[in-house]
């Protein structure tokens, strides 16, 4: 394809950076909205990502809202028993992890299952079908997959990271909080000669448990990112081969809609387990 | 690649959906379901009921048919039992009357007899006074007197 049109980028690797580049505006030093001219800028925004990520969460929100408010029980329509086999699904998984009660997770999963799947979905779509459509329409930089856009599945995962703080908090209390940070895996000594190392192993337990505690969201993120991106450079790379990439892309389109859906699945369960693991009580 | 504003306003952005998933999506959907599942539990339940009410139905049945069954039995051998009677009072019956009509015929007879026998006499004491008169009449020998009165004796 680069070597196709001569309006393109000119090599293989320019096509590529072009292709990874988000479409970003900041304000610049002179005080101005520049676009695309924002790298290393903390207060830039990728707008493609956040509008592809929030026209699909609206998709999402507003199919389900308008099967949710027609709901039949006589003649359920299609979309209903799409929106009752997902639901389903979710609430099954949600039961069989979390064992509390919550009005919240069940919800949250189906979101953020449907929310990913969808954004994932988008890596489907020939890579360079929206970029060529937007470039005629004067946007310079397109990129359509959301979850290839580290910030989105950060975005989501430290959200995450908070409610599963907020769960611990809120079900075990702040001293079964600092509890679990510094009481494990080691129990300090409490009594005798051993007091004297008592700090140190509470501060050994503070860096483990910290470092496992911040490696939830973090983990949770950088799967979901390096397998969707992942995904889209191999499809840009197929992209570069010419006529040779249709069964190739075909090939590993399909392939790929395993690790869409997965990859949708496997950040929702560990959204649940992650906050099931919160809200237990010992 | 690197991280700026965007983060924020992807978690403001998932906060968002989130809370319009909990408030407006998952609550009708999955009161819809449960509706639905528990049309099916009380559905299949009360197939469940039918089923046995039908078995018990045709237990009941069967009992009736056979209660039934017994009662016909039981009429039969009492209208048997009846008829043979009958038949025997009947008898019993025909022989009484046979009896009492013969009786009746015999005596009848006997009557007829008696009467015949007194008119018999009557005749007879006729006769005698009409042979007493002749012999009146023609006033001859014993030895005849004898002769008629012999006669007499033989038409007694």
């Not at chain 2, 012999?135 to 012999?150: C, K, M, S, V, Y």
Request: net charge negative.
């Amino acid at each position: 394809m680069a070597s196709e049109g001569g309006h393109g980028p000119e090599t293989s690797g320019d096509y590529i950076s072009h292709h990874l580049q988000n479409l970003q505006v900041c304000k610049a030093d002179s005080g101005e909205w520049v676009w695309n001219h924002c790298a290393g800028n903390p207060l830039a925004i990728n707008v493609d990502s956040m509008f592809w990520s929030v026209l699909l969460g609206l998709i999402f929100v507003l199919l389900f809202r308008n099967v949710a408010k027609k709901t039949s029980q006589d003649k359920p329509g299609r979309w209903q028993a799409v929106v009752e086999i997902i639901v389903e699904f979710v609430d099954s998984s949600v039961k069989d992890t979390f064992q509390g009660k919550s009005r919240l997770i069940a919800p949250l999963g189906l979101t953020v299952f449907v929310w990913v799947f969808l954004m994932n979905l988008m890596d489907l779509i020939p890579v360079d079908w929206i970029p060529a459509l937007s470039k005629l329409a004067g946007i310079e930089y397109m990129k359509v997959v959301p979850t290839t856009d580290v910030n989105v599945t950060f975005g989501m995962s430290i959200s995450v990271f908070f409610l599963i703080i907020f769960y611990t908090i809120k079900n075990k209390g702040i001293t079964g909080f600092i509890g679990e940070l510094t009481l494990h895996p080691i129990a300090p000594p409490t009594k005798g000669l051993g007091l004297i190392a008592a700090p140190f192993i509470i501060a050994f337990n503070f860096i483990l448990e910290s470092v496992a505690l911040l490696a939830k969201p973090v983990s949770l993120s950088l799967r979901l990112f390096g397998n969707m991106f992942a995904g889209e450079l191999i499809f840009i790379l197929i992209a570069i081969l010419g006529l040779y990439q249709l069964p190739l892309h075909f090939g590993w389109a399909v392939f790929h809609v395993l690790i869409v859906t997965l990859q949708a699945f496997i950040f929702m369960m560990l959204t649940i387990v992650y906050l099931s693991l919160a809200s237990e009580t010992h | 690649m690197d991280i700026n504003l965007t983060l924020i306003g992807q978690s403001i952005a998932m906060i968002v959906f989130v809370w319009f998933c909990m408030k407006y999506i998952w609550p009708p959907v999955l009161e819809a379901i449960e509706t639905r599942q528990k049309q099916i539990e009380d559905g299949l339940a009360a197939a469940d009921r039918g089923q046995e009410r039908l078995v018990q139905a045709r237990a009941e049945a069967d009992e009736v048919v056979d209660e039934a069954r017994r009662q016909a039995t039981t009429i039969l051998d009492q209208a048997n039992a009846r008829a043979i009677e009958i038949v025997a009072d009947g008898k019993a019956d025909g022989s009484k009357e046979r009896e009492r009509q013969l009786t009746a015929a015999t005596a009848e007879i006997e009557q007829e007899a008696n009467r015949a026998r007194e008119e018999l006499r009557g005749q007879v004491s006729a006769i005698a006074i009409a042979g007493a008169e002749k012999i009146l009449n023609r006033e001859i020998d014993a030895t005849q007197h004898e002769d008629i009165l012999g006669k007499l004796a033989k038409e007694l």
